[in-house]
């Protein structure tokens, strides 16, 4: 019954790498989203995508872009990836169809940069 | 956006019915109430959600004020995997969501 996949679980990169996270949802669900989570800071929006190809920058974007070519596929990269950025990344996506549930999260990516 | 409070902590045994506070005193007419829990590690799960009216699903029910200031998340009869983080969030319809720090509850056995 898996709906928001998201491609690892636990990833270790160096710093400078550059990153790509996966997204993959089953639902046909026109919204994308890619939060972090920091320990005291909560979840925070780094960037959206309302439909294929389209993409709107959230909270705190600095450091990232992303990709969103087929309506299933989200992708968040790291261009070059910094200490800073060490933090759990979670995926969602929900649809606009009414009576517009809400979001359905993956399980998460636990990404280390050393 | 209409800012959220909820406490910061709360403990409930299990098998009883825990309920949930969240003040939003400056929701606006539009703005919906989202109800969602976080367990340990795992991705945020979305539990309810409410414009003026109660609501109930199979997981718990949502109590929301006249005035729309407040609601309660009621858990009918908490077990211990009910331990998590619930958010409570306020949004107009289709809008994206912002996470604050939520409520931890602990069930105790």
């Known amino acids: 019954d898996v709906k928001v996949t998201q491609s690892s679980r636990y990833l270790v990169k160096r710093t400078g790498e550059k990153v790509f996270l996966e997204c993959v949802q089953d639902?046909?669900?026109?919204?994308m989203f890619w939060y972090r989570q920091d320990p005291g800071l909560g979840l925070r929006l780094i960037y959206f995508?309302?439909?294929?190809?389209?993409?709107e920058k959230g909270d705190i974007p600095e450091g990232y872009s992303v990709s969103r070519e087929k309506k299933e596929r989200f992708s968040l990269i790291l261009e070059s990836a910094s200490t800073n950025q060490t933090s759990m990344y979670l995926c969602?996506?929900?649809?606009?169809?009414?009576?517009?549930?809400?979001?359905?999260f993956g399980s998460g990516t636990r990404l280390t940069v050393v | 956006d209409a800012k959220t409070t909820q406490p910061p902590s709360m403990d409930c045994a299990e098998g009883r019915a825990a309920n949930l506070p969240c003040n939003h005193s400056?929701?606006?007419?539009?703005?919906?109430v989202y109800w969602y829990r976080q367990i340990h590690s795992q991705g945020p799960q979305y539990i309810i959600h409410?414009?003026?009216n109660n609501e109930t699903n199979e997981m718990a029910s949502l109590i929301i004020t006249e005035d729309r200031k407040s609601s309660t998340l009621i858990l009918p009869h908490a077990t211990l995997r009910d331990t998590a983080v619930y958010y409570c969030?306020?949004?107009?319809?289709?809008?994206?969501?912002?996470f604050g720090a939520g409520t931890t509850v602990t069930v105790r056995a």
């Open positions: 400056t929701i606006s007419g539009n703005e919906y």
């Open positions: 969602a996506s929900r649809t606009n169809t009414p009576p517009n549930y809400g979001y359905t």
């Open positions: 969030i306020v949004r107009v319809a289709g809008y994206k969501l912002s």
């Open positions: 639902m046909d669900h026109e919204n």
């Open positions: 409410g414009l003026k």
């Open positions: 995508s309302y439909d294929v190809k389209m993409k």
